[in-house]
């Protein structure tokens, strides 16, 4: 199995703009997670799906962000617009949930940069 | 990339050492607890975990003992090696719960 698949890796731009981040889960799991990374607060849960289905997003800083699974082997997550503070590593990670091993499955990571 | 920066708690130890890792988990109703590792540029890998019924756990090279009275966590890490050097997260979920909340993380150095 290739694991969880994020896209891009590295994001630069600018204030502003849209960015999508992509996250392909490990084939047979059922839940998705979205996490964010800085260095003032460490990893922080965005929102997380059982099933394609958003159980909490109360981790989604704004209405700026959005994230939403067409279908059960991936997900995106959208900022719209985009500002510095945004800047992070962005974590997707999925489980097989039903299974209380509670080993999450974590992608390399989508490091995004606004100027 | 990295994953954590500059004010993380540092633990150092000589290769071959035994490392231990602590970890103060927030909220006495959880009752699973995980240790992740991250290294640069990657996203965090599970290494062990522990049910809250239990107080100790061994994997190889690797123990993670479980004190709730002062909801504490460690984790011990035998013979010490140049690969264990990362960031060690614990993470711990309430019952029946799917959100995991993380720890800030200590990095480990491993000197040669």
């Known amino acids: 199995d290739a694991g969880v698949i994020q896209s891009p890796r590295h994001e630069v731009t600018e204030m502003g703009q849209e960015v999508t981040l992509r996250c392909k889960l490990i084939s047979g799991h059922n839940s998705l997670f979205w996490y964010r990374q800085t260095m003032m607060r460490g990893l922080e849960l965005l929102i997380y799906?059982?099933?394609?289905?958003?159980?909490?997003d109360s981790g989604m800083p704004e209405d700026r962000f959005s994230a939403k699974m067409p279908n059960a082997s991936f997900s995106t997550l959208k900022i719209q617009p985009s500002e510095p503070r945004d800047s992070a590593v962005y974590f997707c990670?999925?489980?097989?949930?039903?299974?209380?091993?509670?080993?999450?499955?974590f992608g390399e990571g989508s490091r995004l940069t606004v100027l | 990339g990295e994953s954590v920066g500059l004010h993380l708690p540092t633990l150092s130890v000589q290769e071959g050492d035994n490392s231990i890792i602590n970890c103060a988990y927030s909220n006495s109703a959880s009752d699973y607890f995980i240790w992740y590792k991250q290294e640069s540029g990657k996203g965090p890998q599970f290494i062990i975990d522990i049910r809250s019924n239990m107080d100790k756990r061994q994997g190889q090279r690797v123990t993670v003992l479980l004190n709730k009275t002062v909801k504490h966590l460690s984790l011990q890490i035998a013979a010490t090696q140049p690969g264990d050097s990362a960031v060690y997260f614990c993470a711990e979920t309430l019952p029946y719960g799917q959100n995991f909340v993380f720890g800030p993380g200590t990095r480990l150095s491993v000197l040669p």
């Open positions: 990670a999925s489980r097989l949930t039903g299974v209380r091993t509670g080993e999450l499955f």
């Open positions: 799906f059982n099933n394609n289905v958003p159980i909490d």
